[in-house]
């Protein structure tokens, strides 16, 4: 079992920057791939990024790439979505995801992910 938490989000302006964190608890966060996903009103949850257990491989969604920054300190157990130049479109729920403990892998469909957080609000505005 892993418990996930995300925090961090607000409302912005367009061009400004913000960091999402989320925080586990409950597993061994070091044996886990984290994805971050988001979801806007009448869409499913959209793939933003990944990392791999030991953080040495990424891999983003086009939309977010080379503005958004994945990272993770696994001696704290967070993960980082580090967000710059945020454009309204980027305005989401946004949500980090663990999967089942297969950590090597990097994963960007939603059922690859085992467990979720609750969601952090992102408002950027024109």
């Known amino acids: 079992q892993v418990s996930l938490a995300e925090s961090g989000g607000g409302l912005v302006q367009a061009g400004a920057s913000l960091r999402l964190s989320c925080a586990a608890s409950g597993g061994t966060f070091n044996k886990v791939a984290i994805g971050w996903f988001r979801r806007t009103p009448g869409k499913e949850r959209e793939f933003v990024a990944a990392?791999?257990?030991?953080?040495?491989?990424?891999f983003y969604a086009d939309s977010v790439k080379g503005r958004f920054t994945i990272s993770r300190d696994n001696a704290k157990n967070t993960v980082l979505a580090q967000m710059s130049s945020l454009k309204p479109e980027d305005t989401a729920v946004y949500y980090c995801?663990?999967?089942?403990?297969?950590?090597?892998?990097?994963?960007?469909?939603?059922?690859?992910?085992?467990?979720w957080g609750q969601g952090t609000q992102v408002t950027v505005s024109s």
């Open positions: 995801a663990a999967d089942g403990g297969d950590g090597y892998f990097l994963h960007y469909r939603r059922d690859d992910y085992t467990y």
């Open positions: 990392i791999s257990r030991d953080g040495a491989r990424t």
